[in-house]
């Protein structure tokens, strides 16, 4: 933290509350752009299973790799609900009232 008396006399306690009100929307816009990214991961790696083969079959068709690939998408969704369900919170209640869920969501 700074010293009082470094803070400028322009600032006060009302915009610093104003400041922290806004970084709410900002996760979430962080947290959809992730998802967006991890989807695309999961498309590439989905692609690259069809594509190479190990042990003289496709990686698509070993187990393990459905079983991640299906884990994958699990945490995916939830994430997904989560961030959705923050978003509808931030809309509806506002930023003080959504805040556990934007915690969570972050």
């Known amino acids: 933290m700074y010293p009082l008396e470094d803070i400028p006399d322009t600032l006060n306690v ?3 509350a104003d400041l922290q009100g806004r970084l709410g929307p900002g996760r ?7 998802i ?10 989905a692609q690259r299973a069809l594509n190479r083969r190990t042990f003289g079959k496709l990686i698509a068709q ?20 989560l961030v959705l369900e923050a ?6 209640h506002g930023n003080k009232k959504a805040r556990g869920i934007l915690a969570m969501a972050k």
């Open 14 to 16: 009302s915009s610093v």
């Open 36 to 45: 967006g990214a991890a989807e695309r991961g999961m498309l590439l790696m």
């Open 87 to 92: 978003a509808d919170q931030l809309g509806k």
């Open 28 to 34: 979430l816009y962080h947290c959809m752009r992730l």
């Open 62 to 81: 070993h187990g393990s790799f459905l079983s991640d690939l299906a884990r994958c998408r699990i945490e995916l969704e939830k994430t997904r609900l």
